[in-house]
């Protein structure tokens, strides 16, 4: 099988090191990858978005499967460019139609579609400027502190949590005027839930489903979960304290409804589902749904899956994903994501890497890193997620930090405390 994968950073390269294994493989490409994902597959420098670009390369190279990593070509609909284009009529695709998308997508669109398939969730209102005088009304009557978000995609950077009822109220006007462009002229404002927060990963072909895993990142740049939010700082997987009692209910109130709520909505779903969860004293409440793996979480839920992906991912294509294996390596992953100094503040590229294992064998996945040469330079803020197993998490952990002290690079930050709080499970 001939396979396009698209996207660039840690989660395309830990799905490459996974595909590559594959029996069904005969040749993977990438687009545009990193230094990381060029030693497992050939990269071809076409931008995720670039759907021209991407279904001309497809189309000349008899590719048979598109795999999707990010959302935004799949919020701007490539499952449905490619669809429309007759060459492509035996393509196999991973990834949602822009209509699933939109739980992704759309927050509102999310929340109500939650609602409508009593699928537990936090309290909510959409706020437009037509309705702001109730959107106030709303959110005074919700106890602090307050989490306002942009309807639409914001880079990660569309959500608020605010102590202050006033200063909420005063943000909620600056997001309607285009603080964050057109993604915020609508608002959801939602009820804060306490709890723990984990994230479970399912993927389905609309009719069957296969929880592949579960896993917590730590999304703030700093020890102890302090300072600015980041695209995560590290992960574990599985989550100690995601015991069988617990999973049973995020498969039943969560996973199935969601499932079940597209199929009667009528909107046809192949790919994967992303459930951000809170674990609130034992009962699970949805945060949001992503419409792709996250990262670095599949840089360690990846890792777990035994068999060959890409049989999976056929016999999602073929609606037959019931039928498929899927099963977890019990062992724990770790992966602890080294930064440029300065992220997630301005900071420099083109330092270069030393030190680096082979990514064949170990857990170590490129993230942002280009290849200049015969040297491997760091390209963005996150920079590798280097990682382990283990058969406890202390020594996947363990194993992790082992790895990340043997990279080097001008610059090189990371947390010290990933999976720290979870040792107490
Ligand atoms: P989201 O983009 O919806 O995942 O929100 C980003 C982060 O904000 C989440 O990972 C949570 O840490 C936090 N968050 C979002 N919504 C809520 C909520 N209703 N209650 C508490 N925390 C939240
Ligand atoms: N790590 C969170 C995300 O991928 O959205």
Not at 30 to 51: K, L, M
Not at 169 to 196: H, P, S, T, Y
Request: aromatic letters at 8%; one cysteine or more; charged letters at 25%.
């Amino acid at each position: 099988m001939r396979v396009l994968l698209v996207g660039g950073g840690g989660r395309e390269h830990a799905l490459a090191w996974k595909i590559s294994q594959s029996e069904r493989l005969t040749k993977l490409y990438v687009a545009p990858g990193n230094a990381g994902t060029g030693e497992v597959a050939e990269n071809v420098n076409i931008r995720a978005t670039d759907f021209e670009g991407l279904a001309r390369f497809a189309a000349a190279g008899a590719i048979d499967m598109l795999v999707v990593g990010p959302e935004e070509p799949l919020v701007n609909g490539i499952r449905d460019y490619f669809e429309a284009d007759g060459r492509f009529a035996s393509l196999m695709i991973v990834g949602p139609g822009r209509a699933g998308a939109r739980l992704e997508g759309s927050k509102d669109f999310a929340k109500g579609f939650m609602t409508r398939h009593g699928i537990p969730t936090a309290a909510y209102l959409a706020v437009t400027r037509e309705n702001l005088a109730e959107g106030i009304a709303f959110l005074r009557r919700q106890r602090p502190p307050h989490v306002l978000k942009a309807d639409g995609l914001a880079a990660g950077k569309g959500v608020l949590i605010v102590e202050d009822p006033d200063e909420a109220a005063r943000e909620l006007v600056l997001m309607l005027d285009g603080k964050f462009g057109e993604a915020g002229r609508r608002v959801v404002i939602e009820e804060f839930l306490r709890g723990i927060e984990l994230s479970v990963f399912a993927l389905t072909d609309g009719e069957g489903y296969k929880i592949l895993g579960s896993a917590k990142d730590y999304k703030r740049a700093g020890e102890g979960d302090t300072g600015l939010n980041t695209g995560g700082m590290g992960a574990v997987s599985p989550v100690p304290f995601a015991d069988e009692a617990f999973n049973r209910k995020v498969e039943e109130r969560v996973v199935r409804p969601t499932v079940e709520g597209l199929r009667t909505e009528g909107i046809a779903y192949k790919g994967f589902i992303f459930f951000g969860l809170m674990n609130e004293g034992g009962e699970p409440r949805v945060i949001e749904y992503n419409v792709r793996l996250g990262d670095p979480e599949t840089e360690v839920v990846v890792p777990r899956l035994k068999g060959d992906v890409l049989s999976l991912f056929e016999a999602m294509a073929a609606g037959d994903l019931s039928l498929a294996a899927c099963e977890e390596d019990p062992r724990f992953c770790a992966t602890v994501m080294l930064v440029a100094g300065g992220y997630p503040g301005p900071y420099g590229r083109g330092a270069e890497i030393t030190g680096l294992p082979d990514t064949r064998g170990e857990l170590v996945f490129h993230a942002g890193t280009a290849r200049e040469g015969d040297r491997v330079v760091t390209s963005g803020g996150r920079v590798i997620a280097a990682g382990a197993r283990g058969d406890t998490l202390e020594e996947a952990l363990r194993g992790a930090y082992e790895v990340a002290g043997k990279i080097r690079f001008e610059g090189k930050n990371y947390r010290a405390d990933i999976g720290n709080d979870l040792k107490r499970f």
